[in-house]
């Protein structure tokens, strides 16, 4: 999907948008506004990161939810607003090519949904210290729904798939930093074959080039590599439910939880997209 094919009638509004102000500027610039729009990711990430793991129940536990995203917020707005400003300007000052490329659709798509996700639906429920309410679940699931749409043309076939794999990286991580004991080595174990496989299959008993019977390897193992992922993840928050004297145990509402690795996750698809609009 992209949007030469969902939209064909604007072509002609797009291939125009270059010499449009402020675009015209931007462009020569290019380098510039992309080192900011990097630099927005970064504070974006890290912003992410802190209150998604603390919705999780890890990281700055010591504090609340609500004090840790007032501690936050600036740094927040600032990432996402950058983000937004840097990126439009980019984008019309390479209209034509984002036009046509399907990972410049899954990065859109990925910002729409991190920004409902991060304002509808992490942000009430940090204020609210982990309480879920009617209105925060449905901002939740409406991004989640508008971020699958992306996720879904992100394993779509061609150069952009491996790009999935970044997405997949970062949960990896994720859970590897929450995952604890015994459990941690299991898991781990089992994404180390997951990515001895994904290596054998591209590199080794599949030709370069051959995207054929690439794409299809790809997403089979990001989607086994996926479910091993969540499965570890839903078994360390039932351990936590259950171990009410660990200090890292939280008796929040499980959407929280799930909110708390969307909020990393989506932005974390955001930037893998971009970094694949050259291939894709």
């Not at 900011?36 to 609340?64: D, F, N, P, Q």
């Not at 969540?230 to 959407?255: C, K, M, Y």
Request: overall charge positive.
């Amino acid at each position: 999907m992209k949007f030469s094919i969902l939209l064909p009638g604007i072509r002609a509004w797009v291939l125009h948008l270059d010499k449009v102000w402020p675009a015209y500027i931007v462009k020569p610039n290019f380098a510039y506004w992309e080192v900011m729009h990097v630099l927005a990711i970064v504070i974006l990430g890290g912003c992410s990161i802190l209150l998604g793991l603390r919705l999780i129940g890890y990281g700055l536990t010591e504090e609340k939810p609500s004090e840790l995203y007032k501690n936050l917020k600036v740094w927040l707005h600032t990432g996402v607003i950058g983000v937004t400003v840097t990126g439009v300007l980019i984008g019309m000052a390479n209209a034509e090519k984002l036009y046509d490329s399907p990972a410049f659709f899954v990065k859109l798509v990925s910002l729409v949904a991190g920004i409902i996700i991060t304002y509808f639906a992490m942000r009430p429920i940090a204020l609210a210290d982990g309480e879920v309410t009617p209105r925060s679940a449905v901002g939740g699931v409406a991004g989640l729904a508008v971020w699958s749409v992306g996720l879904w043309v992100f394993l779509s076939g061609g150069l952009l798939t491996p790009g999935f794999f970044h997405v997949m990286t970062a949960a990896a991580l994720v859970v590897l930093f929450i995952t604890r004991g015994p459990l941690r080595l299991i898991y781990a174990a089992g994404v180390a074959v997951a990515l001895v496989a994904y290596f054998l299959a591209t590199h080794v008993f599949i030709p370069w080039g051959d995207l054929k019977h690439a794409d299809p390897a790809n997403v089979i193992i990001s989607v086994l590599l996926g479910l091993w992922i969540a499965g570890a993840a839903v078994v360390q928050t039932v351990l936590n439910r259950r171990n009410v004297e660990s200090e890292t145990a939280d008796r929040g509402a499980l959407f929280a939880k799930l909110i708390g690795y969307a909020v990393i996750l989506v932005w974390v698809c955001a930037a893998a997209a971009g970094r694949w609009i050259a291939y894709g």
